[in-house]
């Protein structure tokens, strides 16, 4: 049984220790935080290739003052000499490792992790499951820039089937009280996602007048074995670009958990529009992750 905190998704953190790490990220933001991780061993295991996740990882653990391992898949003895996860998580234990920050292909798999680990583990990423640092500084972005998100209407165009981000900022969107917009074909978008707060559109033009900020998906390509739709299609039906920009609201925002793809989900009109807030996005990441690390060993103060 887990003792200590792990973040493996949303639903691992109350409303309260929700906005603690909101108001820690804007504490850390404004000044440097010190050595509040000063002698833990933090190990990252990024069994997928990332840049803004496991840079801004990387740079949260060394700002905390924490003594940083970096292990690829060719390093672990899982993977390549037939250890078991959990005979790994023990190894690590053992040499003084106190937070594992994890991403995998494999659903679940940062779960389970953190059954075997006696320590902390965050989870950046499992399949298609969920992602809560880029979820928690999608919601920050968004709470900037609102102040508050009740009432708020936030559209989220593409490929939601395959998308960990949209997974757990949807539930983070619910929490919140927003109103949640799934927008995209039925192969990137199945009617059964539609749920209390939660409406579904096919017709992108037809939405983009009442939403307040649109958070846009790449189509995640290398988890379909053939594509249901072709790039032509997409482009036609979902893609933003000046002409729908136009349509939106004076104060619309327009956001991506990267990376993005030009000439796809959307246009380079997009990356000179003001409201584009990706680089925000971005940078919030280093921010949140340095909260949430400290919150899981430190607890609230």
């Known amino acids: 049984m887990r003792i200590r905190r792990s973040l493996i998704d949303l639903d691992d953190l109350t409303p309260r220790e929700l906005a603690y790490v909101f108001e820690r990220t804007e504490q850390f933001e404004a000044a440097p935080p010190g050595a509040l991780l000063d002698g833990f061993g933090c190990v990252n295991m990024f069994f997928e290739e990332s840049t803004r996740t496991f840079t801004s990882f990387n740079l949260a653990e060394l700002r905390l003052g924490a003594a940083v391992v970096n ?15 959990e005979d790994t ?4 234990g053992a040499l003084g490792v106190s937070i594992i920050v994890v991403r995998h292909h494999e659903p679940g798999f940062p779960q389970r992790v953190a ?3 006696d320590g902390h583990v965050v989870n950046a990423g ?3 499951h969920a992602h809560p640092t880029q979820a928690l500084l999608d919601i920050y972005t968004l709470l900037e820039e609102f102040g508050e998100l009740k009432g708020r209407s936030v559209g989220i165009v593409g490929d939601v089937l ?8 949807i539930r983070g969107l619910q929490r919140l009280g927003a109103a949640v917009v799934l927008i995209g074909p039925e192969c990137f978008l199945p009617h059964d996602y539609a749920d209390e707060g939660i409406t579904i559109e096919r017709d992108f033009d037809g939405v983009l007048p009442q939403l307040d900020a649109i958070v846009l998906l790449r189509i995640q390509r290398e988890r379909f074995v053939e594509m249901p739709i072709t790039d032509e299609e997409y482009v036609s039906g979902y893609r933003l670009d000046e002409r729908r920009l136009a349509q939106l609201r004076s104060e619309a925002i327009v956001m991506h958990p990267g990376p993005y793809n030009r000439g796809m989900e959307l246009d380079d009109s997009v990356l000179e529009f003001a409201g584009w807030r990706y680089l925000k996005q971005v940078h919030h ?8 690390l400290d919150f899981l060993v430190n607890g609230r103060r």
């Open 71 to 85: 292990l690829a898949p060719r390093d672990l003895s899982l993977a390549t000499k037939g250890e078991t996860l």
């Open 89 to 92: 998580a023990l190894t690590l």
């Open 115 to 117: 059954l075997a680990f």
């Open 126 to 128: 499992d399949g298609v």
């Open 162 to 169: 395959h998308s960990r981000v949209a997974h757990s900022t």
């Open 285 to 292: 990441g280093v921010g949140i992750r340095m909260a949430v």
